[in-house]
């Protein structure tokens, strides 16, 4: 009796794929390997994901509320201090050598530095973003940290708070009824009244 395993070695991994559609002449018969009627032998075949046959699909039925900040986070490659520790004294640390590396996966996302360990050498390094921390590190050493183009790296000035203004507490007082005009305000008004024409 042949084991399974015997059995399996002998056929291919893949089965060949049927190619559909191709008429009467193909060998599958009049409806070409699409078998009878319905979703499958239809263009529309395969159907959407999240289709659920006419029905109102199942994120449509659901309410939407709320807001997220996903769609706008800032995704990075991470690295701390530490992992640097293997480049050679005045080495040029980029992306290209992370990834040569194996530090990160690829050139994806930037690269952001961590100030997790210690670094005792003197690199270049150019990343997409630096903890305080690891700029710190590696200014200490004698090293420079670089932005992607080269330049050197900056932290954003911190945002000014608004301070609102201290309300008056003096108000100017508004003359009363009882209380006679300034002699300011009564000469414009004198100065405007005529005598009036003798008759």
Known sequence: MAMIHEITSAVPRYRRRLRKGRGESSGHGKTCGRGTKGSGARVGKPINPGHEGGQTRIYRRLPKRGFSNDPFAHEFHVVNIADLARFADGTTVDTAALVEAGLVPDARYPV????????????????????????????????????????????????????????????????????????????????????????
């Open 112 to 199: 952001k530095i961590l100030g997790d360990g210690e670094l005792t050498r003197k690199l270049t390094v150019q990343a997409g973003w630096y903890s305080k921390s690891a700029y710190a590190k590696i200014t200490a050493g004698g090293g420079s940290a670089l932005t992607v183009d080269g330049k050197p790296f900056e932290f954003p000035k911190p945002k000014k708070r608004f301070v609102p203004r201290p309300k008056e507490t003096a108000k100017k007082e508004k003359p009363g009824k009882d209380q006679a005009p300034s002699e300011a305000e009564a000469a414009p008004k004198a100065q405007g009244e005529q005598a009036p024409s003798a008759q």
